[in-house]
């Protein structure tokens, strides 16, 4: 079926082109679809100024009957100057109100970006906002300046950049949920990543209908062609970005009180291949990155480049990242593996003090979880191996690997079927793997949610389809600000789902691609670019690409004085512009919604923002968020790193180091060179002890476990060139002395000790060190 064709019985229920025409009493949208079969009606009372009055006509119109309707409107209302044509757009962006009347957003130009199995994914070229209300109605508020300022606010929003729909394809789902949906006769919008879904709250309330508005999702969206074995294929890469506790850089850090995550965004690779009978194959790997899930933030400052990390310690238990992972477990089944890269070595303790507080969480959420179920909890230590481009690349990608081994990649294959063949004997065609509602569980891995079971993707509404394997699970990455580091690790992780997808469908003999290939240099850019407008939203500046510049051979010294500029703009744009663009972002969402008689947006504190999001209940809560502005790194304190046996002698250092029910004190002990891990390992090691030897054998850390694993570089420092990756172990005698035990440097080898280690730990489920 050509594309066209395809595309057309795609969107037969759906409206594409909306028309406004206005009355003094009334909107008048009409709207028709791709095919211009169909054509509907929406009217909009526009004499109240503080109410919405919306009224959709049920009935299903020609094009000439709808002619024929507008003209009698027209005629009808001659007395007050008839019918008249506003404008021509492409889509309702949402409806809202500031201190005065509600506005209507329009979609007035758009763009073709891609294709996904035949839909079309467009982006937003122009839009329009109109104010619904007559001028005689309209109180003195809608020209006051409060209510153009917001307007103005609103309009920071830049819809035209990174924003993407579909009227057709759920862009808001992955490939896999849409494909095991089951048709219920409805749209269904998932809204995390739904940026307008306050906007079009209001349309749906009155008319409970998804035809007029569109869902914007906001992110990044690419497509490309590629050439492998002979066989043309489509790449697509898609980030979608939460709306939950969305913002910028140091107005969004870790996690709020429901679990949300800052900078939390949802990353899809699909590879298409379309059959000259047909038939498409398709595959699709999704990964997420977000902030650490814990209580902690950084206050922006004009004259400090680097603000210092303030964590807080009230939520002990850890309750809001057990909610976080709740959540991921929930949408993407199990397992969930955490890849944490941030530092592990500091003199003065930044990244650090996060560390040991996110080991310790993740050591309280595995504990009398089963083994199947516990995150899988790795830390590398990405900085470290970062001046050697292809140390640091080999390394992340034979994490990608387990990763990818652990989860799948989702691969089916879908078979067009006709509309005669649609109303004939197969009236609802249902997917062959995964599609009911009985299967919808964390066992089929990407799995639907529960309030959408019952959907059913146009994908499956025109297409049978066989699914060959399914995605269980997902890759979570994060750095400090989940944004140049992560990026290389996604990256990394695609790599290796592209060679698994690949093989999936058919066009690799063996899932193995040479890095050099052209293709693998296609998708870096990608990620690249993906990299940078990620960075630019959320950060204020393009992505430090540091290691994709080496790998492509470019000079040193020109990367380094790129990476300078890109801090400069990062440092300018958090310090003068975020606020500003965090107000418009609270707009756009919904966060705040303006008032008469209330404060207005810009006139909120900080702290009170952060309310907005449930980030902070208490007033005058920031007095648990203490700075930490010693040279160590912070105690933790279900578990701390350091024993009391350690402290032994330093009473000066234990005076100055106090840590209170509510906070962390400004200063604590350094953070070993090796955290103590949990591993479940002790069927695989020699001389393991009893179970009731364990009290017997206590390590430094004061945790109850036997050895602790890591893979060092053989460098002395973290500044210097990593040579030699080395895997060993720590033993721990009854005295407190330890010693290491090293057993091959062959990382990766599937026959050495090490790489037996590491599968325990995958299988098992656990902790995980790699300095």
Not at 641 to 670: F, M, N, Y
């Amino acid at each position: 079926m050509a594309e066209e064709e395809r595309e057309a019985s795609f969107g037969e229920g759906c409206l594409h082109k909306f028309r406004v025409y206005e009355t003094q009493s009334y909107f008048y949208l009409t709207g028709q679809n791709k095919n211009k079969n169909i054509w509907r009606v929406l009217k909009i009372s526009r004499l109240e100024c503080s109410e919405l009055s919306i009224v959709e006509d049920p009935t299903i119109y020609t094009q000439l009957e709808c002619y024929d309707l507008l003209e009698r409107i027209h005629e009808g209302n001659k007395s007050t100057g008839g019918l008249k044509f506003v404008t021509v757009c492409y889509g309702i962006i949402g409806i809202v109100k500031f201190l005065g009347p509600y506005y209507i957003l329009l979609i007035k130009k758009r763009r073709k970006i891609g294709t996904i199995c035949g839909h079309t994914i467009y982006a937003i070229t122009k839009s329009e906002i109109i104010t619904i209300p007559n001028s005689a109605v309209q109180s003195d508020v809608s020209v006051s300046k409060d209510e153009n300022r917001y307007k103005r606010l609103l309009g920071m929003m830049d819809l035209t950049k990174d924003f993407y729909y579909s009227y057709t394809y759920r862009v808001m789902s992955s490939l896999q949920k849409n494909v095991c949906n089951i048709r219920s006769g409805q749209h269904h919008h998932e809204t995390m990543f739904v940026w307008n879904e306050y906007l079009t709250r209001k349309m749906k309330e009155s008319i409970n209908s998804n035809l007029w508005t569109v869902a914007l999702v906001y992110g990044f969206f690419k497509q490309v062609h590629l050439s492998v074995s002979n066989k043309d294929l489509i790449l697509t890469l898609i980030a979608r970005r939460s709306r939950f506790y969305a913002g910028t850089r140091y107005l969004r850090r870790g996690v709020n009180r429901k679990g949300k995550v800052a900078n939390d965004v949802e990353t899809e690779q699909i590879i298409m291949e379309d059959n000259l009978d047909g038939s498409m194959k398709i595959s699709s790997a999704v990964q997420v990155r977000g902030s650490i899930p814990l209580f902690w933030s950084q206050d922006s400052s004009k004259f400090v480049l680097k603000p210092d990390i303030i964590l807080s310690k009230k939520d002990v238990k850890y309750e809001a990242t057990r909610l976080h992972f709740e959540d991921l477990s929930k949408r993407y089944g199990n397992p969930i593996v955490v890849l944490n890269l941030i530092k592990s070595h500091e003199t003065k303790p930044r990244e650090t003090i996060l560390l040991s507080e996110f080991v310790n969480a993740a050591r309280v959420l595995n504990k009398g979880v089963p083994k199947e179920d516990r995150m899988r909890f790795l830390h590398f230590d990405l900085q470290r191996h970062s001046r050697e481009a292809s140390i640091a690349l080999s390394l992340l990608s034979k994490v990608a690997a387990e990763a990818v081994n652990l989860t799948g990649v989702f691969c089916g294959k879908l078979i067009s079927v006709s509309q005669k063949e649609r109303t004939s004997s197969l009236s609802v065609p249902k997917c062959r793997q995964g599609c009911t509602t009985e299967n919808s569980n964390t066992e089929e891995g990407l799995h639907v949610p529960e309030d959408s079971a019952n959907d059913y993707c146009n994908l499956c509404a025109n297409s049978l389809h066989e699914t060959l394997e399914l995605q269980k699970g997902i890759l979570r990455t994060n750095c400090i600000d989940c944004l140049d580091r992560t990026n290389v690790a996604q990256y990394a992780y695609g790599l290796v789902a592209m060679k698994r997808q690949l093989h999936a469908l058919g066009v690799l003999k063996s899932p193995e691609l040479d890095s050099n290939h052209p293709v693998a240099e296609q998708l870096m850019d990608l990620y690249e670019a993906m990299g940078d407008t990620l960075a630019l939203q959320y950060g204020g500046s393009p992505a430090h690409n540091k290691i994709f510049s080496e790998r492509r051979g470019q000079w040193r010294a020109t990367i380094q004085s790129q990476d300078l500029w890109k801090s400069l703009q990062r440092y300018y744009s958090n310090a003068w512009i975020d606020g500003e663009k965090q107000n418009a972002i609270n707009l756009f969402l919904g966060s705040f919604q303006p008032q008469l008689g209330k404060p207005s947006l810009w006139e909120i504190s900080s702290d009170h923002q952060q309310k907005i999001a449930g980030y902070i209940k208490e007033e005058g809560a920031r007095s648990f968020l203490i700075r930490s502005l010693s040279d160590g790194n912070l105690q933790s304190q279900r578990s701390s790193p350091i024993s009391s046996r350690d402290l032994a002698g330093k009473d000066q250092l234990l005076d100055r180091t106090r840590v209170t029910s509510e906070g962390l004190s400004e200063s604590s002990p350094e953070i070993p060179a090796c955290l103590c891990l949990e591993a479940n390992f002790r069927e695989e090691l020699p001389d393991v002890i009893e179970e009731d030897e364990q009290a017997n054998r206590v390590c430094r850390c004061g945790d109850k476990h036997y050895r602790t694993y890591e893979i060092s570089s053989s460098a002395n420092s973290c500044d210097e060139e990593p040579h030699e990756i080395v895997a060993s172990w720590t033993e721990h005698d009854d005295d407190g002395s330890k010693h290491k035990v090293d057993t091959d440097n062959n990382f990766g080898d599937p026959d050495s000790n090490f790489t037996r280690y590491f599968m325990r730990w995958v299988d098992e489920g656990g902790l995980f060190y790699h300095c």
